[in-house]
């Protein structure tokens, strides 16, 4: 079984342009659009490239298509009738994932290989669109909240939490209430990836019902952070849960199916529309001022 990774785009070099009036982030989105090609690549030091290639692009703003890694290698098969391996050279070797690309809901969605991980991916999903649009944007790993809230009941005491926080396409003044800051001055800096870090020496750690804890929860699953939680459990022994390498939000896909296009944006549609409805469960929640669990 292969696993579809998640995760959310923000503007992130425009972004404060889109803040002020003088940039408008739904131009911004047709423009990442429209400008995603397949001529543009990135290059690499031991002599391969990787590029968009077999583009689908729609009319509800979502791009079907592949990221390949392409380098001069060897194609090796076995040949039963001579008991020997057969090696055939080609300058174009490639190997690929598939991916589904909701611009407007500011989602992508892929499969990763062990040549191409989840955070290189997303680093050259990033420089393409810029080299394409000279748009600057960056993307963060979505977080399985359930998977998180169950890691996290393990914990006896959280001794440290580290955020690594991107300013969103969204609501600044909640992205600024959730992590405790004045969205004013971030602006003003102009500071487009900002990290927090919450510790304490008591024995106890840190409130885990806390509002500073559940509103790092809640920015981790709005999209707006991804981060690392540092304590340990009732023996005393140490814990960490890491939200991109430990409770990175998936969904399952059938190995057979992993590089069908239409089967990866079903799967697709399905993994953001949950993560919609969760975010804007979220979002009712703060607004009513209900207790968070």
């Given at each position: 079984m292969s696993k579809l990774f998640f995760s959310k785009m923000n503007i992130n070099?425009?972004?404060?342009?889109?803040?002020?009036?003088?940039?408008?982030?739904?131009?911004?989105?047709?423009e990442i659009y429209s400008g995603i090609n397949n001529r543009e690549a990135i290059y690499d030091d031991k002599g391969g490239r990787y590029k968009l290639f077999d583009l689908d692009k729609h009319e509800n703003n979502t791009i079907h298509g592949r990221l390949g890694y392409i380098k001069s290698g060897v194609?090796?098969?076995?040949?039963?009738?001579?008991?020997?391996?057969?090696?055939?050279?080609?300058?174009?070797?490639?190997?690929?994932?598939?991916?589904?690309?909701?611009?407007?809901?500011?989602m992508l969605v892929h499969t990763v290989l062990p040549i191409m991980r989840k955070e290189r991916i997303l680093t050259i999903f990033e420089g393409l669109i810029k080299q394409s649009t000279d748009i600057g944007v960056k993307f963060i790993i979505e977080t399985d909240m359930r998977s998180l809230n169950n890691k996290l009941s393990k914990f006896e005491i959280i001794k440290?939490?580290?955020?690594?926080?991107?300013?969103?396409?969204?609501?600044?003044?909640?992205?600024?209430?959730?992590?405790?800051?004045?969205?004013?001055?971030?602006?003003?800096?102009?500071?487009?990836?900002?990290?927090?870090?919450?510790?304490?020496?008591?024995?106890?750690?840190?409130?885990?019902?806390?509002?500073?804890?559940?509103?790092a929860k809640d920015g981790i699953a709005l999209g707006y952070a991804n981060g690392i939680f540092h304590g340990a459990d009732a023996h005393g022994e140490k814990l960490e849960?890491?939200?991109?390498?430990?409770?990175?939000?998936?969904?399952?896909?059938?190995?057979?199916?992993?590089?069908?296009?239409?089967?990866?944006?079903?799967k697709a549609r399905a993994g953001i529309s949950a993560l919609l409805f969760l975010k804007a469960e979220i979002r009712e929640r703060n607004r009513d001022g209900e207790s968070r669990e």
């Open positions: 070099d425009e972004i404060y342009q889109v803040y002020d009036g003088t940039a408008n982030i739904n131009d911004l989105l047709n194609h090796s098969s076995y040949n039963p009738d001579t008991d020997t391996a057969i090696d055939i050279e080609d300058k174009n070797k490639i190997e690929y994932v598939t991916f589904y690309f909701d611009v407007y809901n500011e440290k939490v580290v955020l690594n926080l991107v300013p969103p396409n969204g609501d600044k003044n909640e992205f600024a209430s959730l992590f405790s800051v004045n969205a004013d001055k971030v602006a003003d800096a102009e500071a487009t990836s900002i990290k927090q870090q919450y510790s304490t020496r008591s024995s106890e750690g840190l409130n885990k019902d806390s509002s500073l804890i559940r509103d849960v890491n939200t991109i390498s430990n409770t990175p939000y998936t969904k399952d896909i059938p190995d057979r199916e992993n590089k069908s296009k239409s089967s990866i944006a079903e």
